[in-house]
Nanobody
Framework: QVQLVESGGGSVQAGGSLRLSCAAS????????MAWFRQAPGKDREGVAT????????YIVNSVEGRFTIARDGAKNTLYLQMNSLKPEDTAMYYC??????????????????WGQGTQVTVSS
């Protein structure tokens, strides 16, 4: 089992920045793909970014590319999502997820076995 705990959410004005963290514990060796998802009220959960923990390769979806960056500190077993130039449409609950996979760029919700409880991000205009 892998436990994931997110933190760092909050309320910011449009144009501001936040950094989300996700602390992983347990059988983390059983996973090599970590990702951030988000879910806005009334919408489906969508993938935002992934990272391969073995190669450090990353993938960012088009809607946030250039504004969001995913990174991981292996020594701390912590995943990060740096969010800059935030927009009101970025308002959502943000979730950390992990899985084992060959292609970490596949950011499909159903592929991920482990999930955190989420952290809320609210961006006001």
């Amino acid at each position: 089992q892998v436990q994931l705990v997110e933190s760092g959410g909050g309320s910011v004005q449009a144009g501001g920045s936040l950094r989300l963290s996700c602390a992983a514990s347990g059988d983390t060796y059983s996973t090599n793909c970590m990702a951030w998802f988000r879910q806005a009220p009334g919408k489906d959960r969508e993938g935002v970014a992934t990272i391969n923990t073995e190669t450090s390769g990353t993938y960012i979806v088009n809607s946030v590319e250039g504004r969001f960056t995913i990174a991981r500190d292996g020594a701390k077993n912590t995943l990060y999502l740096q969010m800059n130039s935030l927009k009101p449409e970025d308002t959502a609950m943000y979730y950390c997820a992990a899985r084992w996979g060959t292609y970490c760029t596949r950011i499909t919700e159903g592929l991920f076995a482990y999930w955190g409880q989420g952290t809320q991000v609210t961006v006001s205009s």
